[in-house]
């Protein structure tokens, strides 16, 4: 579990270094200037944030975390060593998945990481009647099996999986997909699906187009194309 953490404090690095490495992989940072240098080596499960930092303070780091193009969403998790309510709300208020504080036990901090770290990777996961999509990873496994699916397949595979068990309009399918919806491109939509199922051996459900729109069926189900 890789882990990014930001505080100005040697002693405060060195404590997370001491009671946590062998839990996650640190990426430390001293300078809250420097953040888009740490987003630049994510992905991270998780980025802790010190509240009371230098230049730019805890909550406008989470601001400038939360709104850059590199965040992949993972949980921001502030730290202090406030032990009043209000700046612990404040925190909250803000958006922060947790607040943790350094005079809790090395065992609650851990676990507290952990859970949101657990929680995070399971929004990432995509399951399906044996298919199962690591978004994040961008793996693909069919009843325990690894698939190789194409970057094109995958984002296909994911937009459909994401709207089951409603169907999805095709324009919105390829503008999704490819961020464009020519006409040709839609053309070129039926080819794609099919490839796409031939990589989707032996699953339930069978990939279909019906009247402008995507959907999945039950395999047993006949389908139109």
């Known amino acids: 579990m890789r882990v990014a953490v930001f505080d100005d404090e040697v002693d405060n690095i060195q404590v997370f270094k001491q009671n946590f490495s062998q839990d996650f992989e640190f990426v430390f940072e001293d300078s809250s200037l420097n953040y888009e240098d740490i987003l630049k080596q994510g992905p991270f499960d998780a980025i802790i944030i010190d509240i009371h930092m230098p230049y730019l303070d805890g909550f406008k780091l989470f601001e400038k975390i939360k709104s850059h193009s590199l965040y992949n969403g993972c949980?921001?998790?502030?730290?202090?060593?406030?032990?009043?309510?209000?700046?612990?709300?404040?925190?909250?208020?803000?958006?922060?998945?947790?607040?943790?504080?350094?005079?809790?036990?090395?065992?609650?901090?851990?676990?507290?990481?952990?859970?949101?770290?657990?929680?995070?990777?399971?929004?990432?996961?995509?399951?399906?009647?044996?298919?199962?999509?690591?978004?994040?990873?961008?793996?693909?496994?069919?009843?325990?099996?690894?698939?190789?699916?194409?970057?094109?397949?995958?984002?296909?595979?994911?937009?459909i999986l994401k709207n089951y068990p409603h169907s999805v309009p095709t324009e919105q399918l390829v503008k999704t997909v490819w961020d464009n919806d020519h006409l040709s491109v839609i053309k070129s939509l039926a080819t794609h699906l099919s490839n796409l199922r031939s990589r989707l051996p032996g699953w339930k459900f069978h990939v279909s187009s019906k009247e402008n729109f995507i959907i999945l069926k039950e395999s047993r189900e006949e389908t139109v194309d």
């Open 75 to 159: 949980p921001l998790i502030y730290c202090t060593s406030d032990r009043t309510d209000s700046t612990n709300l404040d925190a909250l208020k803000m958006g922060a998945d947790d607040v943790i504080n350094r005079f809790w036990s090395k065992e609650i901090i851990r676990e507290r990481i952990i859970q949101q770290i657990t929680k995070y990777k399971k929004k990432n996961i995509l399951e399906l009647h044996g298919l199962k999509v690591d978004l994040e990873q961008m793996r693909v496994e069919l009843h325990g099996k690894h698939l190789e699916l194409t970057f094109t397949q995958f984002k296909i595979l994911t937009t």
